[in-house]
């Protein structure tokens, strides 16, 4: 379709949703789009061009884009001169049929073409538009460092690995990131060096299975010796990885914990169900006994670690004993934190085949359930840190007036009066009471 009337993009704003992989990729195009000459806004009413980088892991992401869709549509009715975008993991999934539902729209790019940004808006502006950009073959992009973006930012990301080959049986991210494909130690080490040279004191691994990095098959490829090669760089203060998956938890990483000094004391390890025969129809490639042993492996080694984890109710056939299976294993292992879901079918994997689908009601009780049994231990475990003194990673200021906010290295949130503190600086505190989702401290 052509319009000649469409101008080239001074200005442009991204709106973000889904997992830290999609923070990361618009990152990258903002700094692509700034690398052009373009200005980023932080209102979408002022933007020449708008990005809408979306996820498609649940329904509930998915229905929050659609209605996004339809408000960047009605502002281009007043603006028809607008460029709007859909990148990420739903436009993966969606291709051409974003646009067929929402005609305004001028392009859909997937997660691996995000390194067309530039020549898609070429195209754009002589004249194309409904671009759709979703092939999977090629390598995700590599960042090009563009000099001052983030300054000010203490926390930053950093994509090691991108896709997953494990096709856990309810999960669409296989099938809209692609193959399992790793970034090479030297590419991660300069972008951590651009980092850190901008004032990013704590870096994060990202990668949907973060744990089965590999470079080619190279003796010092695997990802024990990538964490070792980040430990050493001089004026980081901490690292960080996520997510890992259980069955690729060796003991070697797991020694890591105790080893490497700028590592943090927490990991994210989702186990998704307590129940065996439920693990065994999502594919998880472990057992709840596996899942308990790698705990306490952890724990051994690393006795104060924070263990964190993904859980859902409701996969399809999920009985109430296996429900309460997965309530006996959040009793066991204790964990500090849980992202719990609802199961949701996704089109396209074996569960959306599967048959004795849990129905709505009963998935809703049973989160609440498992919810309201999380925050006991959430809230008790915080509690317990009363009175304990922890190093605390000043990230910004807190939503309450007057005060800084930070995390442990167990990841926790920490509040704290202070006015002569600079942000980015390590300090010591001593933890004066703990809540749900914070704690308060102050300095020792
Ligand atoms: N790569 C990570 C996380 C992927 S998605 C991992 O392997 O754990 C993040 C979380 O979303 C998952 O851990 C899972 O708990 C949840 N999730 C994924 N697909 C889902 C679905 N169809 N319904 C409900 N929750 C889902
Ligand atoms: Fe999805 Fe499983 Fe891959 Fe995680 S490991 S991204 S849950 S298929
Ligand atoms: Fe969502 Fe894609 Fe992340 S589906 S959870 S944005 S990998």
Same mark, same amino acid.
């Given at each position: 379709?052509?319009?000649?009337?469409?101008?080239?993009?001074?200005?442009?704003?991204?709106?973000?949703?889904?997992?830290?992989?999609?923070?990361?990729?618009?990152d990258?195009?903002?700094?692509?789009?700034?690398?052009s000459?373009?200005?980023?806004?932080?209102?979408?009413?002022?933007?020449?061009?708008?990005?809408?980088?979306?996820?498609?892991?649940?329904?509930?992401?998915?229905?929050?884009?659609?209605?996004l869709?339809?408000?960047?549509?009605?502002?281009?009715?007043?603006?028809?001169?607008?460029?709007?975008?859909?990148?990420?993991?739903?436009?993966?999934?969606?291709?051409?049929?974003?646009?067929?539902?929402?005609?305004?729209?001028?392009?859909?790019?997937?997660?691996?073409? @995000?390194?067309?940004?530039?020549?898609? @808006?070429?195209?754009?502006?002589?004249?194309?538009?409904?671009?759709?950009?979703?092939?999977?073959?090629?390598?995700?992009?590599?960042?090009?460092?563009?000099?001052?973006?983030?300054?000010?930012?203490?926390?930053?990301?950093?994509?090691?690995?991108?896709?997953?080959?494990?096709?856990?049986?309810?999960?669409?991210?296989?099938?809209?990131?692609?193959?399992?494909?790793?970034?090479?130690?030297?590419?991660?080490?300069?972008?951590?060096?651009?980092?850190?040279a901008?004032?990013?004191?704590?870096?994060?691994?990202?990668?949907?299975?973060?744990?089965?990095?590999?470079?080619?098959? =190279?003796?010092?490829?695997?990802?024990?010796?990538?964490?070792?090669?980040?430990?050493?760089?001089?004026?980081?203060?901490?690292?960080?990885?996520?997510?890992?998956?259980?069955?690729?938890?060796?003991d070697?990483?797991?020694?890591c914990?105790?080893?490497?000094?700028?590592?943090c004391?927490?990991?994210?390890?989702?186990?998704?169900?307590?129940s065996?025969?439920?693990?065994?129809?999502?594919k998880?490639?472990?057992?709840?006994?596996?899942?308990?042993?790698?705990?306490?492996?952890?724990?051994?080694?690393k006795?104060?670690i924070?263990?964190?984890s993904?859980?859902?109710?409701?996969?399809?056939?999920?009985?109430?004993?296996?429900?309460?299976?997965?309530?006996?294993?959040?009793?066991?292992?204790?964990?500090?934190?849980?992202?719990?879901?609802?199961?949701?079918?996704?089109?396209?994997?074996?569960?959306?085949?599967?048959?004795?689908?849990?129905?709505?009601?009963?998935?809703?009780?049973?989160?609440?359930?498992?919810?309201?049994?999380?925050?006991?231990?959430?809230?008790?475990?915080?509690?317990? @840190?009363?009175?304990?003194?922890?190093?605390?990673?000043?990230?910004?200021?807190?939503?309450? =007036?007057?005060?800084?906010?930070?995390?442990?290295?167990?990841?926790?949130?920490?509040?704290?009066?202070?006015?002569?503190?600079?942000?980015?600086?390590?300090v010591?505190?001593i933890?004066?009471?703990?809540?749900?989702?914070?704690?308060?401290?102050? @300095?020792?």
């Amino acid at each position: 379709m052509l319009n000649k009337n469409k101008s080239v993009a001074r200005s442009f704003f991204i709106t973000t949703m889904g997992c830290q992989m999609n923070e990361y990729d618009s990152d990258f195009l903002a700094q692509s789009l700034i690398q052009s000459g373009l200005l980023p806004v932080d209102d979408p009413g002022r933007a020449d061009l708008i990005l809408i980088n979306t996820c498609t892991v649940r329904e509930k992401p998915e229905q929050k884009a659609f209605s996004l869709f339809g408000r960047m549509a009605r502002i281009k009715r007043r603006k028809p001169d607008l460029i709007l975008g859909v990148v990420g993991c739903l436009a993966q999934q969606m291709g051409e049929g974003v646009i067929k539902r929402f005609p305004q729209l001028d392009f859909v790019m997937g997660p691996r073409e @995000l390194g067309r940004i530039q020549e898609i @808006l070429e195209q754009i502006y002589s004249g194309r538009t409904k671009i759709v950009a979703t092939g999977l073959e090629e390598p995700p992009p590599q960042p090009t460092a563009c000099r001052g973006y983030f300054k000010g930012r203490v926390t930053s990301f950093i994509s090691i690995m991108e896709g997953c080959n494990n096709f856990c049986s309810y999960c669409i991210v296989p099938y809209v990131r692609g193959r399992e494909i790793s970034r090479s130690p030297e590419e991660i080490l300069i972008e951590a060096g651009n980092l850190i040279a901008e004032g990013v004191k704590e870096i994060t691994l990202l990668g949907q299975n973060v744990n089965s990095y590999r470079w080619n098959e =190279e003796e010092n490829g695997d990802f024990v010796s990538l964490l070792k090669k980040l430990n050493k760089l001089g004026g980081l203060l901490r690292l960080r990885f996520t997510t890992s998956h259980p069955k690729d938890l060796s003991d070697g990483l797991i020694e890591c914990f105790a080893d490497l000094d700028k590592l943090c004391p927490h990991i994210h390890l989702p186990f998704q169900a307590g129940s065996n025969p439920v693990l065994k129809r999502m594919k998880r490639g472990y057992t709840r006994e596996e899942y308990v042993e790698r705990i306490a492996k952890l724990r051994q080694v690393k006795p104060d670690i924070a263990i964190t984890s993904d859980v859902m109710v409701g996969f399809p056939g999920e009985s109430k004993d296996d429900f309460e299976m997965t309530l006996d294993l959040i009793k066991r292992v204790q964990f500090d934190g849980l992202f719990s879901f609802k199961y949701s079918d996704r089109k396209g994997t074996l569960a959306d085949k599967m048959g004795n689908k849990v129905g709505e009601t009963e998935k809703s009780f049973r989160l609440s359930i498992l919810q309201d049994l999380q925050k006991q231990i959430t809230l008790k475990k915080n509690k317990n @840190l009363e009175g304990k003194r922890m190093d605390v990673l000043i990230e910004g200021y807190s939503k309450k =007036e007057g005060q800084l906010k930070g995390r442990t290295g167990s990841n926790k949130i920490v509040n704290l009066i202070c006015d002569t503190i600079k942000i980015g600086s390590l300090v010591n505190v001593i933890i004066k009471q703990g809540f749900l989702n914070s704690l308060r401290g102050e @300095l020792t």
